[in-house]
């Protein structure tokens, strides 16, 4: 079956970095489109960064400029590098996969199919 297991988050404080990584397996990793979401404390979901199989990106507006979203198809990883991390970026990450052949065109958020676990990353201020 699908699964996807994310890393990497912890507790930083304002202005650091982390780096997430999500590693999946029983897809064909290759061909999927993949996201990073995020669960802010009393808020709802949303799509943070999104990578499509050939490479295209997109992020939240929030995030432009310090976020980075990568994929080594080698490893069936996907990576979210998170620098200059606010306190408003305290939240529960997850990854998830967008569909076989998915890019990352209109709002491609609403399209996970398989979801991994939260890695949670607090920041503090």
């Known amino acids: 079956q699908v699964q996807l297991v994310a890393s990497g988050g912890g507790l930083v404080q304002a202005g650091e970095s982390l780096k997430l990584s999500c590693t999946a397996s029983?897809?064909?990793?290759?061909?999927?489109?993949l996201g990073w979401f995020r669960q802010r404390p009393g808020k709802q979901r949303e799509g943070v960064s999104c990578?499509?199989?050939?490479?295209?990106?997109d992020y939240e507006e929030s995030v432009k400029g310090r976020f980075t979203i990568s994929r080594d198809n080698a490893k069936n990883t996907v990576y979210l590098e998170m620098k200059s991390l606010q306190f408003e970026d305290t939240a529960m990450y997850s990854c998830?996969?967008?569909?076989?052949?998915?890019?990352?065109?209109?709002?491609?958020?609403?399209?996970?199919?398989?979801w991994g676990q939260g890695t949670p990353v607090t920041v503090s201020s």
């Open positions: 990578i499509s199989p050939s490479g295209g990106t």
């Open positions: 998830a996969s967008l569909g076989i052949y998915s890019d990352c065109s209109g709002d491609w958020s609403r399209r996970p199919t398989y």
């Open positions: 029983g897809l064909m990793f290759q061909r999927y489109g």
